[in-house]
């Protein structure tokens, strides 16, 4: 087991910028990648950015592409996203997940098996 604790969340303009940070205890040797997905009221969880565990090889939604990046701090087994040029549309509980087996593609919800209890972001217009 993995476990993940998210912070950084809030409430910030429209226009302006979050970064939030995802740390990582437990088994985390036995992580593939860390991915952040974000759920709006209403809408299905969907997924925002992603990085491998052992070489950091990075991955994202098209939604974010260009104003986000997702990086990694080895020596704090923690997890960044940050987020820049935020919109209304970027409102969501973000939460990080670990994914503990290989799979060639990060985007699915399913395929992580340790969650974070997420942090609100409110992007004000």
């Known amino acids: 087991q993995v476990q993940l604790v998210e912070s950084g969340g809030g409430l910030v303009q429209a226009g302006g910028s979050l970064r939030l940070s995802c740390a990582a205890s437990g088994r985390t040797w036995n992580t593939y990648t860390v991915g952040w997905f974000r759920q709006a009221p209403g809408k299905e969880r969907e997924f925002v950015a992603a990085?491998?565990?052992?070489?950091?090889?990075?991955y994202y939604a098209d939604s974010v592409k260009g104003r986000s990046t997702i990086s990694k701090d080895n020596a704090k087994n923690t997890v960044h996203l940050q987020m820049n040029s935020l919109n209304p549309e970027d409102t969501a509980v973000y939460y990080c997940a670990a994914q503990l087996h290989y799979s060639s593609t990060k985007m699915y919800s399913y395929e992580y098996e340790n969650w974070g209890q997420g942090t609100q972001v409110t992007v004000s217009s």
């Open positions: 990085i491998t565990w052992s070489d950091s090889n990075t």
